[in-house]
């Protein structure tokens, strides 16, 4: 099957600013962290799109808010210790630390200006149409402020602690991410005032509902109406409701080999008491509070961020979560795949007898989770003919019926090996729990190699069969968290190729044990090989001109060797497409540089996760499609443990090219990147969607039977 490449076309959408007229001799390659808050643009794109529905809406502005959130304790942070540091290090579009935050805070404050405006001025009232509301004290009518004050006495008042700041209290410590009011209050028998700080507290509800449902009031909003009751007696000026962030980024240092999780736990300890990078303060608030905060904070200007409340809308996740069906998409039900439906219909009693006769490919969340990788690993703990399980573990949720099988299967006796990531970003904590959980069952659980993060998504299950031991696998794309296994779109193949399950074994003892990486018959593993493959794909579908192909789709590229390589290709003719969801370095269509390359991000109701890499599949010469856990990015590829398999099976083949043609025909959920750096949503042509072409594919699957290729005769049953 050809995937052709799609024609191209104009779109009157509305435009980001770029980067002027770009040519051959403009900088090569955009900005990695430009790039990273480009993305922010389409989700809030998302908020303003009539036809998504409202309670959705409302779910891409709490997104976009996490996401800055992120950003500033990152990559806003990295950039601030560069120039404390006095580095001269250039960013790949050639800019220097200080410009590029420069560029970074003008992106950003534009953002928010129209998040503000989509917020306030399209959201609430729409919302309010709905009997859906945000309110402010001053809103709010006398039964509704006596209710407030019963909420404040009961819940809020008993957990609050004011701290005031004079000669024997010293500027209190202000955590990341937290809410807070400043206050300056005077007592009427002394000259000066004092600043006040009351700290939101964490472990009540942002919004507290007021009677009738659907209308809400922050939870600041009350305390600053009662700031009288904690500080009785005192004049109290005008209050000032702020918020900061703060370096979130973790340094271990290649001395810790000892005690990982030793020095992990005290790095978590010192990330409490990292620099402010942000202070965010409500806009109605005068500059007097707020120079003196950012002086206390030890930040500029340029750092102080004043928002049109209500600060911190990640609070608007309680607005998702009303139980209004009208205003939400859709339920969808994840599909047992075709091949497994016999376990579900108690037709066949094993998991491992289907995986003895075929390759399965599952495609989350459109193929049940539970039922294929979930079912593996379930299985193979209670089978008394399982010998081991071996697992890589990046991340899971907080209930994971995984984790729960591994405990169990290590409890029955089998030998249970895990790595888990310790250092996940801001999941280190909740890792840490599941290491120590698993060690207490029995389980050998490695931390995970020195200098580098472990990110690859595979299971090996060792189970003796007659006199034979066989070897079942999976390796994926996607984390094991059945949680995001029904956000999050992503790609994982179950298989008992023997050949796969060597080197799973040898992948397993080299990242558990102490040796150099070994060689793999089918297995592909950064660092050092996924590159490699990729440079060496790239470069064969060059040497075919524009009779090569190339397609691929990731979270994100920003690799130099792999761009150059791509624009090489590109100047030797060859068709080249780009699914890219978030971050991308690549200049497409500058004359003689990447003029044959097309940069498309599909943003929609599930999150776009999977990697597929597709080489050639022109003028008779078969495709080589590859999915695997890295990103075309440099810490993919040469800082994290990742994997990547090529895909063979007839039927996944042929399920992977039909994805690979939605990708790149969808009109309504795609956006592509100009030569400038702007992203301009695709114009709705044909009206093709991806992902409802894919779950009326699925559904349509689960009732007509076949092979379970999307758009064609496959099949799947709805998951129990």
């Given at each position: 099957?050809?995937?052709?490449?799609?024609?191209?076309?104009?779109?009157?959408?509305?435009?980001?600013?770029?980067?002027?007229?770009?040519?051959?001799?403009?900088?090569?390659?955009?900005?990695?962290?430009?790039?990273?808050?480009?993305?922010?643009?389409?989700?809030?794109?998302?908020?303003?799109?009539?036809?998504?529905?409202?309670?959705?809406?409302?779910?891409?502005?709490?997104?976009?808010?996490?996401?800055?959130?992120?950003?500033?304790?990152?990559?806003?942070?990295?950039?601030?210790?560069?120039?404390?540091?006095?580095?001269?290090?250039?960013?790949?579009?050639?800019?220097?630390?200080?410009?590029?935050?420069?560029?970074?805070?003008?992106?950003?404050?534009?953002?928010?200006?129209?998040?503000?405006?989509?917020?306030?001025?399209?959201?609430?009232?729409?919302?309010?149409?709905?009997?859906?509301?945000?309110?402010?004290?001053?809103?709010?009518?006398?039964?509704?402020?006596?209710?407030?004050?019963?909420?404040?006495?009961?819940?809020?008042?008993?957990?609050?602690?004011?701290?005031?700041?004079?000669?024997?209290?010293?500027?209190?410590?202000?955590?990341?991410?937290?809410?807070?009011?400043?206050?300056?209050?005077?007592?009427?028998?002394?000259?000066?005032?004092?600043?006040?700080?009351?700290?939101?507290?964490?472990?009540?509800?942002?919004?507290?509902?007021?009677?009738?449902?659907?209308?809400?009031?922050?939870?600041?909003?009350?305390?600053?109406?009662?700031?009288?009751?904690?500080?009785?007696?005192?004049?109290?000026?005008?209050?000032?409701?702020?918020?900061?962030?703060?370096?979130?980024?973790?340094?271990?240092?290649?001395?810790?080999?000892?005690?990982?999780?030793?020095?992990?736990?005290?790095?978590?300890?010192?990330?409490?008491?990292?620099?402010?990078?942000?202070?965010?303060?409500?806009?109605?608030?005068?500059?007097?509070?707020?120079?003196?905060?950012?002086?206390?904070?030890?930040?500029?200007?340029?750092?102080?961020?004043?928002?049109?409340?209500?600060?911190?809308?990640?609070?608007?996740?309680?607005?998702?979560?009303?139980?209004?069906?009208?205003?939400?998409?859709p339920p969808w039900a994840p599909l047992v795949p075709r091949p497994l439906a016999p376990i579900e219909r108690g037709d066949e009693a094993s998991i491992f007898d289907i995986l003895d006769r075929q390759d399965v490919l599952v495609h989350h969340p459109y193929d049940s989770f539970s039922a294929s990788v979930e079912e593996l690993v379930s299985e193979a703990a209670d089978d008394p003919y399982v010998l081991a399980i071996k697992q890589c573990l990046y991340r899971t949720s907080g209930d994971s019926p995984v984790v729960a099988a591994l405990v169990r299967a290590a409890e029955h006796g089998k030998q249970v090996a895990v790595l888990v990531e310790v250092t996940a970003r801001f999941d280190e904590e909740a890792n840490i729990g599941w290491a120590r959980t698993l060690?207490?069952?029995?389980?050998?659980?490695?931390?995970?190699?020195?200098?580098?993060?472990?990110?690859?998504?595979?299971?090996?299950?060792?189970?003796?069969?007659?006199?034979?031991?066989?070897?079942?696998?999976?390796?994926?794309?996607?984390?094991?968290?059945?949680?995001?296994?029904?956000?999050?779109?992503?790609?994982?193949?179950?298989?008992?190729?023997?050949?796969?399950?060597?080197?799973?074994?040898?992948?397993?003892?080299?990242?558990?044990?102490?040796?150099?990486?070994?060689?793999?018959?089918?297995?592909?593993?950064?660092?050092?090989?996924?590159?490699?493959?990729?440079?060496?794909?790239?470069?064969?579908?060059?040497?075919?001109?524009?009779?090569?192909?190339?397609?691929?789709?990731?979270?994100?590229?920003?690799?130099?060797?792999?761009?150059?390589?791509?624009?090489?290709?590109?100047?030797?003719?060859?068709?080249?497409?780009?699914?890219?969801?978030?971050?991308?370095?690549?200049?497409?269509?500058?004359?003689?540089?990447?003029?044959?390359?097309?940069?498309?991000?599909?943003?929609?109701?599930?999150?776009?996760?999977?990697?597929?890499?597709?080489?050639?599949?022109?003028?008779?010469?078969?495709?080589?499609?590859?999915?695997?856990?890295?990103?075309?990015?440099?810490?993919?590829?040469?800082?994290?443990?990742?994997?990547?398999?090529?895909?063979?099976?007839?039927?996944?083949?042929?399920?992977?090219?039909?994805?690979?043609?939605?990708?790149?025909?969808?009109?309504?959920?795609?956006?592509?990147?100009?030569?400038?750096?702007?992203?301009?949503?695709?114009?709705?042509?044909?009206?093709?969607?991806?992902?409802?072409?894919?779950?009326?594919?699925?559904?349509?699957?689960?009732?007509?039977?076949?092979?379970?290729?999307?758009?064609?005769?496959?099949?799947?049953?709805?998951?129990?």
């Amino acid at each position: 099957m050809t995937v052709d490449a799609p024609q191209r076309g104009g779109s009157d959408a509305p435009q980001r600013g770029g980067s002027g007229e770009p040519d051959a001799g403009s900088p090569p390659y955009f900005a990695r962290q430009l790039s990273d808050l480009d993305f922010n643009d389409r989700l809030l794109d998302l908020v303003a799109d009539p036809s998504v529905p409202l309670l959705e809406r409302v779910k891409f502005v709490a997104l976009f808010t996490e996401r800055i959130d992120e950003f500033f304790q990152v990559q806003v942070a990295g950039l601030k210790r560069q120039i404390d540091a006095g580095m001269h290090s250039r960013a790949l579009n050639g800019a220097l630390p200080d410009q590029l935050l420069a560029d970074v805070r003008a992106s950003i404050e534009r953002m928010l200006t129209r998040q503000a405006s989509l917020v306030h001025g399209t959201l609430a009232p729409e919302l309010r149409s709905q009997g859906i509301a945000v309110c402010d004290w001053a809103d709010l009518d006398d039964d509704e402020r006596v209710a407030m004050r019963e909420v404040f006495d009961r819940l809020v008042l008993p957990v609050v602690t004011p701290l005031t700041v004079d000669p024997s209290h010293p500027f209190p410590y202000i955590s990341n991410l937290s809410l807070n009011i400043g206050v300056h209050v005077r007592n009427p028998d002394e000259p000066d005032a004092r600043f006040a700080r009351v700290k939101v507290p964490p472990n009540v509800p942002r919004l507290l509902p007021l009677p009738g449902g659907g209308r809400f009031v922050p939870i600041e909003q009350i305390l600053t109406a009662f700031l009288d009751e904690l500080f009785p007696g005192m004049e109290i000026g005008d209050p000032c409701v702020f918020r900061v962030t703060r370096d979130a980024d973790l340094t271990l240092e290649d001395d810790v080999a000892d005690d990982l999780l030793l020095a992990l736990q005290e790095e978590l300890r010192r990330r409490r008491f990292l620099p402010v990078v942000r202070l965010e303060v409500d806009s109605r608030t005068s500059d007097g509070p707020v120079a003196w905060l950012a002086d206390e904070l030890g930040l500029g200007p340029a750092d102080v961020y004043r928002i049109e409340g209500p600060l911190g809308l990640d609070c608007l996740w309680t607005l998702h979560a009303l139980d209004r069906p009208d205003l939400h998409d859709p339920p969808w039900a994840p599909l047992v795949p075709r091949p497994l439906a016999p376990i579900e219909r108690g037709d066949e009693a094993s998991i491992f007898d289907i995986l003895d006769r075929q390759d399965v490919l599952v495609h989350h969340p459109y193929d049940s989770f539970s039922a294929s990788v979930e079912e593996l690993v379930s299985e193979a703990a209670d089978d008394p003919y399982v010998l081991a399980i071996k697992q890589c573990l990046y991340r899971t949720s907080g209930d994971s019926p995984v984790v729960a099988a591994l405990v169990r299967a290590a409890e029955h006796g089998k030998q249970v090996a895990v790595l888990v990531e310790v250092t996940a970003r801001f999941d280190e904590e909740a890792n840490i729990g599941w290491a120590r959980t698993l060690e207490e069952a029995g389980a050998h659980v490695v931390y995970g190699l020195l200098g580098l993060k472990t990110h690859a998504k595979t299971t090996l299950v060792v189970r003796h069969v007659g006199d034979d031991v066989r070897r079942y696998c999976h390796v994926g794309t996607g984390n094991y968290n059945p949680k995001t296994a029904r956000m999050y779109e992503d790609l994982g193949l179950l298989s008992s190729r023997p050949a796969l399950g060597a080197d799973l074994t040898r992948f397993f003892n080299y990242i558990t044990g102490f040796s150099h990486p070994p060689d793999y018959e089918e297995l592909v593993t950064s660092p050092g090989g996924i590159r490699a493959s990729m440079l060496e794909h790239i470069a064969a579908e060059a040497a075919h001109g524009p009779d090569g192909r190339i397609v691929l789709k990731a979270n994100g590229l920003d690799d130099p060797e792999i761009i150059d390589a791509l624009y090489e290709a590109s100047a030797a003719g060859v068709p080249i497409d780009l699914v890219i969801r978030g971050i991308c370095c690549l200049r497409p269509g500058i004359p003689g540089r990447s003029d044959t390359i097309r940069v498309r991000s599909i943003v929609g109701r599930f999150l776009e996760h999977s990697r597929i890499f597709r080489f050639g599949g022109t003028g008779g010469r078969p495709a080589r499609i590859f999915i695997g856990s890295a990103d075309l990015r440099r810490r993919n590829l040469d800082r994290r443990v990742e994997a990547m398999i090529a895909i063979d099976d007839p039927v996944a083949v042929a399920k992977l090219e039909r994805i690979v043609e939605l990708n790149l025909a969808d009109d309504s959920q795609a956006w592509e990147l100009g030569p400038d750096g702007v992203w301009t949503r695709c114009p709705s042509v044909t009206g093709a969607d991806l992902q409802a072409s894919l779950r009326a594919a699925a559904y349509e699957e689960s009732v007509g039977g076949g092979d379970g290729v999307p758009g064609g005769p496959g099949a799947g049953t709805p998951a129990s």
